[in-house]
């Protein structure tokens, strides 16, 4: 089966978008044709596969599966992806929405921005009750709270921003921060694994955040694990609502809005390659 497909990446932060209105795949073949597809010594290589699909409350219906063929809820990388995907089809129309799992967001394109372009979407409303991220705990929220791992307590916040994160405050990166991220999201207080984010504070309007993706592993950045990052240190009184996360691929923007309480981010996407994938 030959999958025709467009690559895009977020500062490094790659995926393949596939529209489902082009090929004909099951349901159940969606997982096994991201694990090859997204395969970086025998597939186009990526972080996870964005599938556009009919929607009747929206633009477009958006699914997204990591490269180990697992789900996820929502990807604020993936919706920006998605935006400009459908922007280069349709010019000059700016805004779309997408049909996710648990809510329908708009994306916009800001502007030019080089090879690529500013892209900005809404991520909805951040969720810290345990029973929503989920976390198994008898804690109504996980919020600077410890986390045995390891035989280590480890302060972290727990929440939802459309899909579950770990947020821990570090000082600096100088520790195996890819090992613990792993050992993080596989952790039995996490029923559907969990995305970790390790923050460090720079001042009011800026951190740095290393990211460890559930499903991908190392990435080179995350729009929900900036939302998550910002939602957490504005909780604990140590950011302004809006805030550069700076990554080492570069930046992403978060405003946590007050009036509102959601989230806006906005940063880059570029258009990498397009081509047919052939899926045996």
Not at 4 to 14: C, I, Q, T, V
Not at 49 to 70: G, M, T
Not at 94 to 109: G, L, Q
Not at 234 to 262: H, P
């Amino acid at each position: 089966m030959l999958i025709p497909f467009e690559k895009y990446h977020a500062l490094r932060n790659d995926f393949v978008v596939v529209d489902r209105s082009k090929v004909r795949l099951t349901t159940r073949q969606l997982g096994s044709v991201a694990k090859a597809i997204c395969d970086r010594k025998s597939g186009a290589g990526a972080d996870g596969v964005v599938y556009l699909s009919e929607s009747y409350d929206a633009d477009r219906k958006f699914d997204i599966y990591n490269a180990d063929a697992s789900w996820a809820e929502k990807s604020g990388n993936g919706l920006r992806i998605a935006g400009l995907y459908e922007y280069l089809l349709n010019k000059p129309r700016r805004t779309y929405s997408f049909e996710t799992a648990i809510s329908t967001d708009t994306v916009s394109v800001v502007k030019k921005d080089g090879a690529g372009y500013q892209m900005k979407c809404e991520l909805g409303r951040p969720a810290f009750e345990s029973k929503y991220v989920p976390v198994k705990t008898r804690k109504r929220f996980l919020i600077n709270s410890s986390l045995k791992v390891g035989g280590v307590d480890f302060p972290v916040t727990c929440l939802s921003v459309g899909n579950p994160h770990t947020v821990l405050i570090v000082s600096d990166f100088g520790f195996d921060w890819q090992s613990l991220g792993h050992e993080i999201e596989h952790h039995k207080s996490f029923p559907h694994r969990t995305n970790v984010e390790f923050v460090r504070i720079v001042n009011r309007r800026k951190i740095q955040v290393a990211d460890w993706e559930r499903g991908a592993g190392a990435t080179g950045s995350s729009g929900t694990g900036a939302a998550a990052s910002v939602c957490t240190t504005v909780l604990m009184g140590l950011t302004e609502r809006n805030c550069e996360v700076v990554f080492e691929t570069g930046s992403l923007f978060i405003d946590w809005k007050e009036s509102s309480g959601t989230i806006e981010l906005t940063g880059p996407v570029v258009p990498v390659c397009s081509g047919s994938f052939l899926f045996t």
